[in-house]
């Protein structure tokens, strides 16, 4: 490299001087490559004080472009101007100082010439409905409404700014970065997406492009009402709400997501979605105070302008059926509650999963009102029960062991033989608080005792956040007593009793074998019950509370069932079967004697058989 410490015979003169200062705008052109011209346009400098201020009134709230700096450049191809043109022409034509209007009458005329191709044609396809590929962007001007669907649901999103890109494959499109509005568990924020538009032959109609200006939508009001309407629900659905799902619903498989049927109650909770999945974790920057041409009036006014924190879930009945808590922070805008994403994220509890789940699918969950009356179990039992669970869950904070965090749960074990109602027990527990049931097995927490131990963590975090009715049904494999001779066994066990220590939620065990059970846990177990055998009276009451909606067997009929030795499990099983016999048999379904002695007499046909 050859070091130059002479000043260039040939170089030439800086165009921009003192000279050219006094000018209004300096046009820059370079060589056209087009056959009908010499030259083009490169760029613009504009210099003049009058100009940068008329300009400033035609591309004001245009991204990227702030009018007032000392040395204004508008480079090829001019897009904010194709954009503005007739906002262009109005203040030239509305201008009255003479100086501004006559360097407004130059630039426009200069830019005409470079623009008039593009001007015309976009004006010509957009007043025939169309558009070329070529002039796809001149309809994409930064800050319009565009719509679209995103998986099936219709959105409309605020354009950013639009470029022409090519895929891997070569094949061209009109990228459009825009932006919706989403909640990441602590506030609401603008949520980047990047829409494309792929190139294709001749002309267009606009409405059938993939993505296109809300202007064009033939039904616009009624779209935004729709969708300012669903923006409302999901603006409710912010904090944590207990509820229902039913429909399609999309999670997270190994090469993104992928749809799934949902038929479950569900827990929306965006804070407990990226806690517990970090990687998948939500994060936006606040949006800020609102803009006050855009708020309407008919939004909730419970909905307050704060940076507060969603607060310790205490179960309360919204207007909508749901139980939860929201956090405070101001009402979204109008244009904000339009560009609010169609889902939210939550757990389905029968699915055991975490869903991004569509709002317009949520639906207020239909709680048993009677579960716990139902509950075949003296009441001095119930009531003890039930004051237990209410105390735990609203002063689970006040107690505390002699090391912070510990002994602060509260666990149950409910032991007796099949069918006696102790998995019933947890489960109208939970209905009659109005508070989710998560049902956890050793199936969902594997065979590595590594892995047992981090799904077990996960597990008792999100039920006990969640204030959540946590049941491990036949749990014996991890209440056995440890012996010397199954090492393994003992790890799982060993696990279990040091996990319990510092879960602070409610825990029901069921267990068929109490005798087995080590004796570690007998300290760590707040209420243990043991349930009999079901005497000739219960059972009477299990098939009364069964028929009661679909049969009128007299008491003598139900006088004579209740001497048949079966569990309450065996009873239901009965019923479900003859009913689906009645339904063969009778339009209205309705279950008589002949059906379940019909279905009694099969059942003991088999174990006739089995003997």
Same mark, same amino acid.
């Given at each position: 490299?050859?070091?130059?410490?002479?000043?260039?015979?040939?170089?030439?003169?800086?165009?921009?001087?003192?000279?050219?200062?006094?000018?209004?705008?300096?046009?820059?052109?370079?060589?056209?490559?087009?056959?009908?011209?010499?030259?083009?346009?490169?760029?613009?400098?504009?210099?003049?004080?009058?100009?940068?201020?008329?300009?400033?009134?035609?591309?004001?709230?245009?991204?990227?472009?702030?009018?007032?700096?000392?040395?204004?450049?508008?480079?090829?191809?001019?897009?904010?101007?194709?954009?503005?043109?007739?906002?262009?022409?109005?203040?030239?034509?509305?201008?009255?100082?003479?100086?501004?209007?006559?360097? $407004?009458?130059?630039?426009?005329?200069?830019?005409?010439?470079?623009?008039?191709?593009?001007?015309?044609?976009?004006?010509?396809?957009?007043?025939?409905?169309?558009?070329?590929?070529?002039?796809?962007?001149?309809?994409?001007?930064?800050?319009?409404?565009?719509?679209?669907?995103?998986?099936?649901?219709?959105?409309?999103?605020?354009?950013?700014?639009?470029?022409?890109?090519?895929?891997?494959?070569?094949?061209?499109? $009109?990228?459009?970065?825009?932006?919706?509005?989403?909640?990441?568990?602590?506030?609401?924020?603008?949520?980047?997406?990047?829409?494309?538009?792929?190139?294709?032959?001749?002309?267009?109609?606009?409405?059938?492009?993939?993505?296109?200006?809300?202007?064009?939508?033939?039904?616009?009001?009624?779209?935004?009402?729709?969708?300012?309407?669903?923006?409302?629900?999901?603006?409710?659905?912010?904090?944590?709400?207990?509820?229902?799902?039913?429909?399609?619903?999309?999670?997270?498989?190994?090469?993104?997501?992928?749809?799934?049927?949902?038929?479950?109650?569900?827990?929306?909770?965006?804070? =407990?979605?990226?806690?517990?999945?970090?990687?998948?974790?939500?994060?936006?920057?606040?949006?800020?105070?609102?803009?006050?041409?855009?708020?309407?009036?008919?939004?909730?006014?419970?909905?307050?302008?704060?940076?507060?924190?969603?607060?310790?879930?205490?179960?309360?009945?919204?207007?909508?059926?749901?139980?939860?808590?929201?956090?405070?922070?101001?009402?979204?805008?109008?244009?904000?509650?339009?560009?609010?994403?169609?889902?939210?994220?939550?757990?389905?509890?029968?699915?055991?999963?975490?869903?991004?789940?569509?709002?317009?699918?949520?639906?207020?969950?239909?709680?048993?009102?009677?579960?716990?009356?139902?509950?075949?179990?003296?009441?001095?039992?119930?009531?003890?029960?039930?004051?237990?669970?209410?105390?735990?869950?609203?002063?689970?904070?006040?107690?505390?062991?002699?090391?912070?965090?510990?002994?602060?749960?509260?666990?149950?074990?409910?032991?007796?033989?099949?069918?006696?109602?102790?998995?019933?027990?947890?489960?109208?527990?939970?209905?009659?608080?109005?508070?989710?049931?998560?049902?956890?097995?050793?199936?969902?927490?594997?065979?590595?005792?590594?892995?047992?131990?981090?799904?077990?963590?996960?597990?008792?975090?999100?039920?006990?956040?969640?204030?959540?009715?946590?049941?491990?049904?036949?749990?014996?494999?991890?209440?056995?007593?440890?012996?010397?001779?199954?090492?393994?066994?003992?790890?799982?066990?060993?696990?279990?009793?040091?996990?319990?220590?510092?879960?602070?939620?409610?825990?029901?065990?069921?267990?068929?074998?109490?005798?087995?059970?080590?004796?570690?846990?007998?300290?760590?177990?707040?209420?243990?019950?043991?349930?009999?055998?079901?005497?000739?009276?219960?059972?009477?009451?299990?098939?009364?509370?069964?028929?009661?909606?679909?049969?009128?067997?007299?008491?003598?009929?139900?006088?004579?069932?209740?001497?048949?030795?079966?569990?309450?499990?065996?009873?239901?099983?009965?019923?479900?079967?003859?009913?689906? $016999? =009645?339904?063969?048999?009778?339009?209205?379904?309705?279950?008589?004697?002949?059906?379940?002695?019909?279905?009694?007499?099969?059942?003991?046909?088999?174990?006739?058989?089995?003997?």
């Amino acid at each position: 490299m050859n070091r130059v410490t002479e000043y260039p015979d040939d170089a030439v003169e800086a165009a921009e001087n003192a000279e050219t200062a006094r000018f209004a705008f300096l046009v820059r052109n370079k060589i056209s490559y087009d056959s009908r011209k010499t030259l083009e346009i490169d760029s613009i400098i504009v210099q003049s004080p009058l100009l940068k201020e008329a300009l400033g009134v035609v591309l004001k709230d245009y991204p990227g472009i702030t009018t007032n700096l000392q040395r204004l450049v508008f480079a090829a191809p001019f897009q904010p101007f194709v954009h503005r043109w007739t906002k262009l022409v109005d203040v030239l034509e509305t201008t009255t100082d003479e100086a501004t209007r006559a360097h $407004l009458k130059l630039f426009h005329k200069v830019l005409h010439e470079e623009l008039k191709d593009a001007i015309a044609a976009k004006n010509d396809l957009v007043a025939n409905g169309v558009i070329t590929f070529e002039h796809l962007w001149t309809i994409f001007e930064p800050g319009v409404l565009v719509y679209g669907t995103d998986e099936g649901k219709e959105r409309v999103y605020e354009l950013q700014s639009a470029a022409y890109l090519e895929d891997q494959s070569g094949s061209s499109y $009109l990228q459009l970065y825009s932006r919706g509005i989403d909640w990441d568990g602590d506030k609401f924020g603008s949520s980047s997406v990047y829409l494309c538009n792929y190139e294709f032959e001749g002309t267009k109609p606009i409405t059938r492009l993939a993505y296109f200006p809300l202007g064009f939508h033939p039904h616009e009001r009624d779209l935004i009402s729709r969708l300012t309407a669903r923006g409302k629900v999901f603006q409710k659905f912010a904090g944590y709400h207990f509820m229902a799902y039913r429909g399609t619903a999309l999670t997270y498989g190994r090469c993104g997501l992928v749809k799934q049927t949902v038929d479950s109650r569900i827990i929306i909770d965006c804070e =407990a979605h990226n806690r517990f999945l970090p990687n998948r974790a939500v994060c936006f920057a606040s949006l800020g105070k609102a803009q006050k041409q855009y708020v309407d009036a008919d939004e909730d006014s419970d909905m307050v302008d704060s940076d507060a924190d969603s607060a310790e879930y205490v179960p309360t009945p919204d207007e909508d059926g749901s139980t939860g808590s929201r956090p405070q922070h101001r009402s979204l805008t109008s244009k904000e509650l339009l560009l609010a994403v169609p889902y939210v994220r939550g757990y389905a509890l029968k699915n055991k999963k975490w869903f991004i789940l569509f709002v317009d699918q949520i639906i207020p969950i239909k709680f048993s009102d009677n579960a716990f009356q139902s509950l075949v179990m003296p009441t001095e039992k119930k009531d003890l029960i039930l004051a237990f669970v209410e105390s735990q869950v609203k002063h689970k904070n006040e107690f505390d062991d002699i090391i912070e965090g510990k002994g602060r749960g509260m666990i149950m074990l409910l032991s007796g033989p099949p069918g006696v109602g102790k998995t019933l027990t947890a489960e109208s527990v939970a209905e009659n608080m109005r508070v989710p049931l998560y049902m956890m097995s050793a199936g969902d927490l594997g065979l590595d005792p590594a892995d047992i131990e981090e799904s077990l963590n996960t597990i008792l975090d999100m039920v006990s956040k969640w204030n959540a009715v946590l049941l491990l049904d036949e749990a014996d494999v991890f209440l056995e007593a440890r012996s010397t001779s199954d090492l393994e066994r003992n790890k799982l066990v060993s696990i279990f009793l040091r996990v319990l220590e510092y879960y602070e939620g409610i825990l029901f065990l069921t267990t068929n074998r109490i005798s087995n059970i080590d004796d570690a846990f007998h300290s760590r177990i707040h209420i243990s019950m043991q349930y009999p055998p079901l005497t000739a009276a219960s059972r009477r009451h299990i098939w009364n509370t069964f028929l009661s909606k679909t049969s009128g067997l007299s008491d003598g009929q139900l006088d004579a069932l209740a001497q048949v030795e079966l569990n309450g499990r065996q009873i239901k099983n009965v019923l479900k079967t003859a009913q689906m $016999l =009645a339904r063969r048999a009778n339009d209205d379904g309705k279950v008589d004697m002949g059906h379940i002695e019909t279905i009694l007499a099969i059942e003991r046909g088999k174990e006739f058989a089995r003997a």
